[in-house]
């Protein structure tokens, strides 16, 4: 098992599998101008596979696809295949908008230990379209009902946003309450290409706003976990905060980041790190490989905090090139 410089063991690698998204949300993209990476400079299957294995048999034993859009890829679900039959991987999880997910789910219903996350930020067509610019919410709630109907562990991320859908927290647990599914909720990062980053609906105010109508019941903290957990009376799911902007949780991060370009972020708010791409591309043995990231592994920041302090550029990327 890897372990950073603060004794953090890192056994969780994210990865974003391409920069591409069929939406345009608010938060994560720009309005206009969104230029995607061409293919030639995105990671390809085999690479994928190899960087994988090589984490694998460093120890990691969870792995996250994100995107943008993971399911944009048209060979996704054989990589996921792949990672999930990998020994030493106990644990595959994907982020997804939902919209192209639905003609999968049986077939991801059969991948031992995986789990899904939904990205929906509001229960309102009108204004999902307005947040995400695209009219696509039949598509998503279809995914989220099948999902759950056949047994696929299923969260849902909802990135709160103050004036926009912060008004439809209770909304969320009172529509999903009976379900066995967990709901977290998110604070919005500033990373969408833009320096003008506006104040934001904080962990502190989002636990406010549910306090005022259900009494919370702190669940044990997980190690590693960027969530605060609460139970609601006999509820079956469970409710996570999760303080992304003000970042509470850094002390046990043992998160991993590989950008759809293969460059190595060991902290969202860090500048891009090891190019992996470069390596997998130039000769570079697998043992090599493995001995430049444990190196960049030891030489963390101790939190987010002092990662974006010593950014030598502004935090201006694209939250779906860098992944969440």
Known sequence: M??????????YLRIAVTDKCNLRCTYCMPHENMVFLPKKEILTYEELLRIITIFSDLGVN????????PFVRTDFIDLLEYTSKLEGINNVNITTNGVFTYQHLDRLKEIDG?????SLDTLIPEKFIKITRRNAFDSVMKTIE????????????MVVQQDVNDNEIVDFIEYFMSSPIDVRFIEQMPFN????????????????????KYELMPQPHQKNRTTADYKIDSSKFTIGIIAAYTRNF??????????????IKTCLYADPGLDVRELLRNGTSDKQIGELLTNTIKNRFKDGIEAEKNRKTYILESMSKIGG
Request: aromatic share 4%.
């Open 146 to 157: 099948k999902s759950i109907s056949i047994g696929i562990r299923t969260k849902l991320n």
């Open 193 to 212: 290409e833009s320096t003008h980053f506006k104040s934001i609906c904080d962990a502190e105010k989002i636990k406010s706003i549910l306090l005022e």
């Open 62 to 69: 969870k792995v996250r696809f994100t995107g943008g859009e």
């Open 2 to 11: 890897i372990t950073d410089n603060f004794g953090r063991e890192m056994n």
């Open 250 to 263: 850094c002390n046990t991060c043992n998160r991993i980041r590989l950008t759809s370009t293969g460059k």
């Open 114 to 118: 995986l789990n899904l996350n939904i």
